[in-house]
């Protein structure tokens, strides 16, 4: 960026900050669009347009001009890249939950989430749902709907990490390719398994190979026993739609 | 919504019609997961019963514009039915499903049509210990 734009930017900034001058405000805005569509732009192909995601990002803008404080002695754009990018992240988690799924329910399910791991430590296996109802202070019927709007997450979303899960699970598990072979119905499952990420095929191998319990799973691969949960049926649908096309090329 | 949910007499057995469309799907795990949470499951068994449901509902060609979902309880176990299915001699086993109930397999009834029987609970063990 050149010394001009520089100066100019920091103009807008002390005009909107020191004076409430809005026109100077929109002009900043207008000045850092092309940042916020290039950031935009990483996150194209999961199913949203880059119109919108320049929507969402352009929300991250503002609330960063208006929040920055020059006095921090950091440039704009270093305060601003991060939270277009939270924006835009956060409009995927939220975009993620099926439109119609109640906020009560979702927020249900996220204690569900704490819940399911806590009592499955405290009990030495997994909960029952009238277990999980007791301890959420919910109905079991509220439990089971919550559980099920777990699934209500769009398959795109479950390829980042959630919140409480940062940290590319690619990187914590290992990938041991081999076993697949000595089992059985290893002819079948190939052809889905090939279909799969090195985490995905991870969590199947431990998982139907190696017969472990989703709980078990979360505990060696550091996640919770939902995402696994999540994780596996989304490996699922991708292994079926693999052996299904692979069987339609068969003659 | 257009399916049905009819609870025999003994009320220890329940039958669930719904439209063989995608859209149901949820209804059928949502129907499964009460079934569990009855028979006190513990939650994993419960998700992979419904896990397995929707493998098979989401994996199989039914033959009719609607799916049934049949549940006969019988003290802490449960066998599910589904279909009808068309007839698939390739899918008499299903190793994915095999491994998330205790135990799987296929019946033939009305005509050639396949259903699958799912057993979960009692005898201690589901798909997950």
């Known amino acids: ?251 | 919504m257009s399916a049905s949910l009819v609870t025999l007499a003994a009320m220890d057995r329940i039958s669930l019609t719904v439209p063989a469309e995608p859209a149901f799907h949820a209804t059928l795990r949502l129907v499964v997961g009460g079934v569990g949470s009855r028979l006190q499951l513990p939650y994993e068994q419960v998700d992979e019963l419904q896990l397995a449901v929707e493998a098979l509902v989401s994996g199989r060609v039914s033959v009719e514009s609607t799916l049934v979902l049949e549940v006969e309880l019988d003290g802490g176990a449960a066998l599910v039915t589904i279909g009808p299915f068309a007839s698939d001699p390739e899918r008499e086993r299903d190793p994915i499903v095999e491994r998330l109930v205790r135990r799987a397999r296929v019946v033939h009834r009305d005509g050639d049509a396949d259903w699958v029987e799912l057993s979960v609970g009692a005898d201690g063990e589901g798909g997950s210990p």
């Not at chain 1, 002009?27 to 935009?40: G, H, K, Q, T, Y």
């Not at chain 1, 969402?56 to 990018?85: H, K, M, Q, S």
Request: proline letters at 3%; glycine letters at 8%.
């Open chain 1, 1 to 251: 960026m050149n010394i001009a734009t520089e100066r100019k930017r920091k103009q807008l900034l002390q005009a909107y900050k020191e004076e409430g001058d809005r026109a100077a405000r929109e002009e900043l805005i207008e000045d850092l669009m092309p940042l916020v569509r290039s950031l935009a732009l990483r996150y194209t192909g999961r199913g949203e347009s880059l119109d919108d995601l320049v929507q969402v990002g352009c929300i991250g803008l503002i609330n960063a001009i208006d929040r920055f404080e020059p006095d921090r002695g950091v440039e704009l754009t270093t305060y601003a890249v991060p939270t277009i990018l939270g924006e835009i992240q956060r409009h995927f988690r939220d975009k993620a939950w099926a439109v119609h799924v109640p906020r009560s329910v979702k927020e249900l399910n996220v204690r569900l989430t704490r819940l399911l791991d806590g009592l499955t430590a405290e009990l030495g296996r997994s909960p029952t749902i009238e277990e999980l109802a007791n301890a959420a202070g919910a109905e079991e019927e509220e439990v089971i709907e919550a559980l099920e709007s777990a699934h209500a997450y769009s398959a795109r979303s479950l390829s980042a990490p959630p919140d409480d899960e940062t940290g590319a699970l690619s990187e914590m598990v290992g990938v041991d390719e081999g076993g697949y072979e000595q089992v059985e119905e290893g002819v079948v499952l190939d052809a889905g398994l090939n279909a799969l990420d090195a985490r995905e095929r991870r969590i199947v191998e431990l998982r139907f190979f190696e017969g472990l319990t989703q709980s078990q799973i979360a505990a060696e691969i550091g996640i919770s026993q939902m995402h696994v949960s999540r994780l596996l049926r989304r490996a699922l649908q991708t292994m079926r739609g693999r052996i299904e096309a692979s069987g339609e090329e068969s003659p």
